[in-house]
């Protein structure tokens, strides 16, 4: 009974190819969250959406596109995946703000290769 | 320009010692700070906060220091178990941001036996 489950764990795939990474909440929280974690292991956000309203948009490469069919649920779609795309991604939910913490996914490992 | 840094990347702290991690912070609009505990390959899960109103905020084994005036932050756990080996994240809210945390690259912590 997992509070925020991404898919899938891992992700392998070729330099240019489109992929999609999934992530559900059944917190009831009302924010999502996607985090990029590099090689230097530092957690950044890209994208922040408020009951479905984007509200922190990151200067990530417009090749990721987040979408958000619902409160409960934020994807993440990126195009023409390149090599320093590889990265662990963090899916995460918050209720009103999140200073009372995030909620986070077990991540995603994306291997572009 | 790293807002939220910590210096140390790894600790390590015999079982039953103080473990004592640092935070350094240079944005002094910075009015909320949080710790978070990470295990492989598992998502950040919260663990402890701190408003700046405040100059220390206790959980049980988890106690969380604030120094304004130096802008450090300290998360003090004792006496350490081998459950709290894991990698250490603080992070920052900036004031008047409901969804923007910062974050520092993470100390991880070993505990000896």
């Known amino acids: 009974d997992t509070a925020v489950s991404q898919t899938p764990k891992y992700l392998v795939t070729q330099m240019g190819n489109d992929k999609s990474i999934k992530c559900e909440q059944n917190?009831?929280?009302?924010?999502m969250y996607w985090y990029k974690q590099d090689s230097k292991k530092f957690l950044k956000i890209m994208f922040s959406y408020n009951n479905k309203e984007l509200i922190i948009n990151e200067t990530v490469p417009n090749r990721f596109s987040p979408k958000s069919p619902d409160k409960a649920h934020l994807n993440l779609h990126i195009n023409s995946l390149e090599l320093g795309d590889s990265a662990v991604y963090f899916c995460?939910?918050?209720?009103?703000?999140?200073?009372?913490?995030?909620?986070f996914g077990s991540g995603t490992r994306l291997t572009v290769v | 320009d790293q807002q939220v840094k910590q210096n140390s990347p790894s600790l390590s702290v015999q079982e039953g010692r103080i473990s004592i991690l640092n935070c350094d912070y240079t944005?002094?609009?910075?009015?909320?700070f949080l710790w978070y505990k990470k295990y492989p390959a598992e998502g950040p899960t919260f663990l402890i906060s701190?408003?700046?109103i405040k100059d220390k905020n206790e959980d049980g084994r988890f106690t969380v220091f604030l120094n304004k005036s130096a802008k450090h932050l300290s998360l003090h756990i004792v006496p350490s178990q081998p459950g709290d080996s894991a990698v250490y994240f603080c992070?920052?809210?900036?004031?008047?941001?409901?969804?923007?945390?910062?974050w520092g690259a993470g100390t991880k912590l070993i505990i000896k036996p």
């Open positions: 944005n002094s609009m910075f009015d909320y």
């Open positions: 992070a920052a809210s900036p004031m008047d941001s409901n969804y923007q945390l910062i």
């Open positions: 995460a939910s918050s209720q009103s703000g999140g200073l009372y913490g995030y909620t």
């Open positions: 917190l009831g929280h009302d924010t």
């Open positions: 701190i408003s700046s």
